[in-house]
């Protein structure tokens, strides 16, 4: 899929089909942020991959708005460690990640982020030591779905030279 197409096409998918994910197509996606810009190359993430159905279930319950992760054959947590800046590494991670899979010709949705109230809970029930946080879920599998939300014109958000 060519670059551009994936940016304007991609969208968040919350309805998977129940085939399961070959484990290289998984790694793909992880390979995709794994590559994501980083200040000062700190590369501040780490990954959990959850494929088993009933800790699927147990952290879709934690994860408050995202219980459609109980129903994605796979959940790749992210976590984050201290560095310049975190967030937004992180976040690179998570788009690289999201049009990877699309790509791919995978759904995924990003759930959360590190201030949600659940964010400790799902580190200790994951058994993720500190200094990491959590950072975010993110759904994975083959879309039962179909979404084209309307997105604001250009126009209406940029403004050039003042």
């Known amino acids: ?28 996606v992880l390979e995709a942020g794994r590559w994501a810009a980083t200040g000062g190359n700190r590369q501040p993430w ?3 991959v959850v494929t088993n159905a009933a ?8 994860g408050g708005s995202g219980r ?12 984050m460690s201290e560095a310049i800046t975190p967030v937004q590494d992180c976040a690179a991670v998570a788009q690289n990640m999201l ?16 201030n949600v109230s659940f964010a400790e809970r799902v580190r200790q029930y994951l058994g993720v030591r500190e200094p990491l946080r959590f950072f975010a879920f993110m759904s ?21 030279e003042s």
């Open 1 to 28: 899929m060519e670059l551009f197409e994936a940016i304007r096409t991609r969208r968040s998918i919350r309805k998977y089909r129940g085939d399961p994910v070959p484990r290289a197509l998984v790694e793909q």
């Open 46 to 48: 780490q990954f959990c």
């Open 55 to 62: 800790r699927r279930a147990e952290l879709s319950v934690m």
């Open 68 to 79: 459609w992760i109980a129903q994605a054959p796979v959940c790749i947590i992210i976590f």
């Open 99 to 114: 049009l990877a899979a699309h790509a791919l010709g995978l759904g995924a949705c990003w759930v959360g982020n590190p």
């Open 140 to 160: 994975l599998g083959y879309p039962d779905e179909t979404r084209q939300p309307a997105k604001k014109p250009l126009g209406e958000m940029v403004t050039w």
